[in-house]
């Protein structure tokens, strides 16, 4: 894909836009349906690139896509039988639109992301040498970076405005939030549906280290999951043949974009930095790679 094909906004007419997230813009469709686009924005350190990645917003759709069917004898999820060209009039937008939008349903969004962890990486890794602990929860002495976790964790964080950034809170925090039994639900799948995936991913060369999920109610109560599931965006994958305790490993993620940027004098603040084409063409690389691994598509 040339960057003359990239989609880093939407204007739909016909439909209301209700939010622009980092990556996502989300419309209005009617009382029981939203319209989410998935652009080609890269957000890093929560603060939206002011280039695109090629091909990214269809490459996060069709891996969601993948694991939302393979989940669904776990959770319930937003998608619908629907799709952009029935809630879209312009035939060319359609053609624009189609291979990363999806109509769902409009559900109610829980407060918190629900963050897995099966390495010690990253913020965990960075909380485990201050205090020993993840998030409040003990792990043993003498791990190593990237080192597998003795348990799959979860380690929720309140959810932030475009702009600003998560904050991680307790179970407990969550049980205040939205109630012991919603609480332990969402823990619980969340905790299956990485374990799954995980096992997964590793027969095809690839270590799923984290994730974070998010879970929205339908008017009767019922939990889905919703958003993304699982994406380069969302989660941190690490090629098997690459992996090495001690390190931080490689990765088909944005940690590429990550890396570049704890080069540079930037206070990690909006406005981000323009990425160098080859920020872009890698990056991109990567993506496609995930979800060709991951789900044997193109």
């Not at 003359?4 to 469709?29: C, H, Q």
């Not at 002011?50 to 776990?74: C, Y």
């Not at 990690?268 to 691994?293: I, M, N």
């Amino acid at each position: 894909m040339s960057t003359s094909d990239v989609l880093f906004e939407t204007s739909i007419p016909n439909l209301p836009m209700i939010a622009r997230g980092k990556v996502r813009d989300i419309y209005g469709v009617d009382d029981k349906h939203l319209l989410i686009v998935t652009t080609d924005r890269l957000s890093a350190y929560d603060v939206v690139m002011p280039n695109p990645i090629p091909g990214k917003g269809e490459v996060l759709t069709k891996i969601s896509l993948f694991w939302f069917r393979m989940m669904a004898d776990i959770i319930d999820n937003q998608l619908t039988a629907l799709n952009v060209d029935d809630v879209v009039d312009d035939k060319a937008l359609c053609d624009r639109l189609r291979n990363q939008s999806l109509v769902v349903k409009r559900l109610k969004p829980l407060p918190i992301e629900a963050v897995v962890r099966g390495y010690l990486i990253g913020s965990g890794w960075r909380d485990y040498l201050e205090t020993g602990q993840v998030c409040g929860i003990d792990l043993p002495k003498g791990m190593q970076q990237a080192q597998k976790l003795p348990r799959t964790l979860f380690t929720p964080a309140s959810k932030a405005e475009a702009g600003d950034h998560d904050e991680n809170i307790s179970f407990e925090q969550v049980v205040k939030l939205i109630g012991a039994d919603l609480a332990t639900r969402v823990r619980d799948v969340s905790i299956q549906i990485y374990e799954r995936a995980a096992a997964y991913a590793l027969e095809r060369g690839i270590i799923i280290a984290d994730t974070k999920f998010e879970f929205g109610l339908d008017d009767a109560g019922r939990l889905h999951i919703i958003d993304e599931v699982l994406t380069p965006d969302s989660s941190r994958f690490w090629p098997v043949n690459e992996y090495k305790v001690g390190t931080s490993p490689p990765s088909f993620d944005k940690q590429f974009v990550r890396d570049y940027l704890d080069t540079l004098e930037w206070d990690k603040t909006a406005p981000g930095p323009v990425l160098p084409a080859f920020v872009l063409e890698q990056t991109a690389s990567k993506y496609s790679e995930a979800l060709k691994r991951m789900t044997q598509q193109p």
